[in-house]
């Protein structure tokens, strides 16, 4: 019996989809340009390097957490043949999901090389056609964009395109879960309507104290798409005002939403999933998420793949992609890194809205790569980056 026809017994699903819950989420991530996968562990695109606590699998809707919609492993084209991926997010990351996909299949020979995204796209462009590179799993869209910009992918086949939202993806790549900008709050102190839901009120209309980790690769893509969609002059703006206000930095996300359970600071601008975190860790504590509209407060960017040029089996590479957005992966980035499923049939944890209900603005999410531009105008406007 191979590995695969044990899989459609259901046992190993099962098996995978319990023990998931509990994978290391210490050192978790999401976004260069936007890159929260790197920084302290995994490549240096920006993440908080997993250095806070190990986290377990009770709090924040994950126990009794039903078995995932969507389509299976199982029902998916088996992997066979010898497939090389550059991932640039972390193997403490997604290491045991691609160790369990490899694990389905007896002919199946995945090869994982680990570093920043950026640094992937460097290594591929620079290897030209000798690359072996068959699959980029990047933690951004910017990183993805940059690769399919400089001619290095190749088509996603439609019908696993298919499988995501339009504004995820792209003929080139192809979004495998996202993360959504918020404003994480002090829920003792403020209700949600105290909190504006427009990001270009704060600071004037809260009266809170506010935090941020303007060093860290999520927070400069939100600068970033602030400074796309409201200009150069509001942004600075809007930063000379929160310096103002004397806002406190934290060295990266998940230690600024910490710092809004610990009562240092009322509330703040981070991706939704570090929120999560603090609550896995600590199901009473104080912080809970608000969300702005349309505007660059609201960004939903995306971590996903794609097909390289030089893959020696494109139709293998499709297929291994399908599998990041089978069933198991999609619970699995949902209970284990906190991330917001990109397939409809499987729910974010957590008290969130959907992905439908977010009200997310209108942006080409491969522009937030651009942040040379954006660390002058914040270190401009006083910001120490």
């Known amino acids: 019996m191979t590995k695969h026809a044990r899989d459609e017994d259901g046992v190993d699903r099962r098996r995978f989809l319990a023990a998931a819950g509990g994978v290391g989420v210490v050192g978790l991530a999401g976004c260069t340009g936007d890159g929260d996968d790197s920084e302290g562990g995994d490549g240096g695109d920006g993440n908080d390097g997993g250095a806070e606590s190990s986290i377990g699998q009770i709090g924040s809707g994950r126990e009794g957490r039903e078995a995932p919609g969507g389509t299976s492993m199982a029902e998916m084209p088996d992997l066979e043949g010898e497939l090389t991926v550059y991932s640039g997010r972390g193997e403490f990351l997604v290491g045991e999901l691609v160790g369990y996909i490899e694990d389905q299949y007896d002919d199946f020979d995945l090869t994982v090389r680990y570093a920043g995204s950026t640094d992937h796209v460097n290594a591929i462009v620079n290897e030209g056609e000798g690359s072996p590179a068959d699959v980029f799993y990047s933690v951004n869209a910017g990183s993805l964009g940059a690769l399919a910009d400089e001619g290095r992918t190749q088509a996603m086949p439609s019908d696993v395109a298919e499988l995501v939202r339009e504004e995820f993806r792209t003929e080139q790549w ?11 709050y002090d829920s003792s102190e403020y209700d949600e309507s105290d909190v504006p839901d427009d990001i270009m009120a704060y600071p004037e209309e809260f009266d809170g104290d506010l935090g ?3 060093s860290y690769g999520s927070c400069q893509a939100f600068v970033t798409a602030m400074r796309l969609i409201e200009g150069e002059d509001a942004t600075r703006e809007w930063l ?3 310096v103002e206000s004397g806002i406190t930095p934290y060295n990266n996300e998940f230690a600024t939403c910490q710092g809004i359970a610990d009562g240092e600071i009322d509330a703040a601008f981070t991706n939704h999933y570090y929120i999560q975190r603090v609550l896995d860790g600590n199901p009473e504590a104080s912080i809970a998420t608000a969300f702005t509209g349309g505007d660059a407060g609201a960004v939903f960017n995306v971590a996903g793949a794609a097909i390289v040029d030089t893959a020696s089996d494109a ?3 499709g297929n291994f992609v399908r599998h990041l957005l ?3 992966a999609q619970d699995y ?3 284990s890194t906190f991330e917001y499923p990109l397939i409809p049939d499987v729910e974010p944890v957590g008290d969130l809205p959907t992905i439908d209900e977010l009200d997310v603005p209108d942006i080409d999410l491969t522009e937030l790569s651009d942040l040379e531009t954006t660390i002058d105008l914040m270190r401009d406007a006083g910001v120490e980056v």
């Open 174 to 184: 192809i979004g495998t879960s996202g993360r959504a900008r918020t404003v994480p």
């Open 212 to 214: 941020w980790a303007p």
């Open 326 to 328: 089978s069933a198991e």
């Open 333 to 335: 980035f949902a209970r």
């Open 315 to 317: 139709t293998l590479a």
């Open 240 to 242: 000379e005002a929160v």
